[in-house]
């Protein structure tokens, strides 16, 4: 499953708190991207990286952060969750080969 | 930005019959196609991709064709089996910016036995 690992798989928080999610990935790929998952709208892209430090926005990318200090971590932040961001998130790397993308395990978030 | 429009949005086959789903795109500088099979709970999983510069790809028994023109590329799958069961994604993407894929809103299939 090309080397990604998610944590923590699940998380029931509250809103209004702060909540870091992690990638971990061991293929030492320089992108790397999260998505959500929503019924009905599919994986839509939040934030991805092309390097350390080195980010830039998605098409939902309103009340979430990310950074990247090394480039087999990615992490992705929720400052004060809010309902709406209760989803499953997937993180994915990109083969530079091929521009394939491959998927982390995901998180489940549930906010209350 | 990108479009991906994906339909039909649930398909039910019987064991045997072939499926198609077919996905449409908007911007005409996108030049990859990847299919992505979700199992319920599980990751995505690339199943088959197509490029630009090709017209169609067979492996086993999935297919992708792609009509540059009309903007749309589809997925086949042949002889269905119960365990094609799954939810089935397109994606376009063009590597600039950032390779950044555009999925369609997915497809449920149910192959009956």
């Known amino acids: 499953d090309a080397g990604i690992t998610q944590s923590p798989r699940h998380k029931v928080t509250e809103t209004g708190t702060p909540v870091t999610l992690r990638c971990h990935q061991t293929?030492?790929?320089?992108?790397m991207y999260w998505y959500r998952q929503d019924p009905g709208h599919g994986l839509r892209l939040i934030h991805y990286s092309y390097g350390v430090k080195d980010t830039d926005k998605g098409e939902v990318s309103d009340g979430y952060s990310v950074s990247r200090s090394k480039t087999e971590d990615f992490l992705l932040t929720l400052e004060s969750a809010t309902s709406s961001q209760t989803s499953v998130y997937f993180c994915?790397?990109?083969?530079?080969?091929?521009?394939?993308?491959?998927f982390g395990p995901g998180t489940r978030l549930t906010v209350l | 930005g990108e479009n991906v429009e994906q339909h039909p949005s649930t398909l039910s086959v019987q064991e045997g019959d072939s499926a198609v789903i077919k996905c449409t795109y908007s911007d005409s500088a996108s030049n990859y196609f990847p299919w992505y099979k979700q199992e319920l709970g599980k990751r995505p999983q690339l199943i088959i991709d197509?490029?630009?510069?090709?017209g169609e790809k067979k492996d086993q028994r999935i297919a992708v064709t792609l009509n540059k023109t009309a903007k749309h590329f589809s997925l086949h799958i042949t002889e269905t089996q119960p365990e094609d069961s799954a939810v089935y994604f397109c994606a376009a993407s063009k590597r600039n910016p950032g390779n950044q894929f555009y999925f369609g809103t997915g497809t449920s299939l149910t192959v009956i036995p």
């Open positions: 197509i490029r630009s510069n090709v």
């Open positions: 293929e030492n790929h320089r992108y």
């Open positions: 994915a790397i990109s083969d530079p080969r091929t521009d394939a993308q491959y």
